[in-house]
Antibody, heavy 122, light 107 residues
Framework: QVQLVQSGAEVKKPGSSLKVSCKASGGTFSGFGISWVRQAPGQGLEWMGEIIPIFGTTNYQQKFQGRVAISADDSTSTVYMDLSRLRPDDTAVYYC???????????????WGPGTLVTVSS | DIQMTQSPSSLSASVGDRVTISCRASQDIHTDLNWYQQTPGKAPKLLIYSASTLQTGVPSRFSGSGSASDFTLTISSLQPEDFATYYCQQSAFTPRTFGQGTKVEIK
């Protein structure tokens, strides 16, 4: 069974940067995409971006362009999400999720990490 | 970006009720539509993918239908563990946007 283990909760200052990790175990790592989804307190789910490790390709939501970078380390089956120039409204739970099915159109988020709470406050 | 609109935003229902949640896409997404269930403090859980395919282990009281821009999630007989928030997500295009969620509450 696929399991995703995320790094621990963080408290950050506005303007600083964040790096959240997501380590996968069980199943094949590089053959499936990993997405990052965040959820602000009391709000809905927001898709941030994805990486297809086997190709190294990434897609990001436009609103995060220039602030977010998703990378993968095949040797440790770990995906990272970097978010820079943090603002208070970046306060959220950040989830990684492994895609099911083929990468590209038609994928779905089959396995989810437990989430990482990030608080941005001065 | 494709906008996903769910209706209603919330509903109250009783155990045993049939519940229907709608999801509309701002353009044709074929059947690239997924449904997730989330309970408070937990990660979302995949229920249905490709509009109508039940994820392994999900009870058969859940079903999905639709294509193009109109989709429906149906719970045939609501159980106590089904009180949660439900999200649709399109995966036809990036960004793979979510609906705003539908909260199913106990009547």
């Amino acid at each position: 069974q696929v399991q995703l283990v995320q790094s621990g909760a963080e408290v950050k200052k506005p303007g600083s940067s964040l790096k959240v990790s997501c380590k996968a175990s069980g199943g094949t790592f590089s053959g499936f995409g990993i997405s990052w989804v965040r959820q602000a307190p009391g709000q809905g789910l927001e898709w941030m971006g994805e990486i297809i490790p086997i190709f190294g390709t990434t897609n990001y939501q436009q609103k995060f362009q220039g602030r977010v970078a998703i990378s993968a380390d095949d040797s440790t089956s770990t995906v990272y999400m970097d978010l820079s120039r943090l603002r208070p409204d970046d306060t959220a739970v950040y989830y990684c999720a492994r895609q099911g099915g083929l990468y590209g159109p038609g994928t779905y988020l089959e396995f989810w990490g437990p989430g990482t709470l990030v608080t941005v406050s001065s | 970006d494709i906008q996903m609109t769910q209706s209603p935003s919330s509903l109250s229902a009783s155990v045993g009720d049939r519940v229907t949640i709608s999801c509309r896409a701002s353009q044709d997404i074929h059947t690239d539509l997924n449904w997730y269930q989330q309970t408070p403090g937990k990660a979302p859980k995949l229920l249905i993918y490709s509009a109508s395919t039940l994820q392994t282990g999900v009870p058969s009281r859940f079903s999905g239908s639709g294509s193009a821009s109109d989709f429906t999630l149906t719970i045939s007989s609501l159980q106590p563990e089904d009180f949660a928030t439900y999200y649709c997500q399109q995966s036809a295009f990036t960004p793979r946007t979510f609906g705003q969620g539908t909260k199913v509450e106990i009547k």
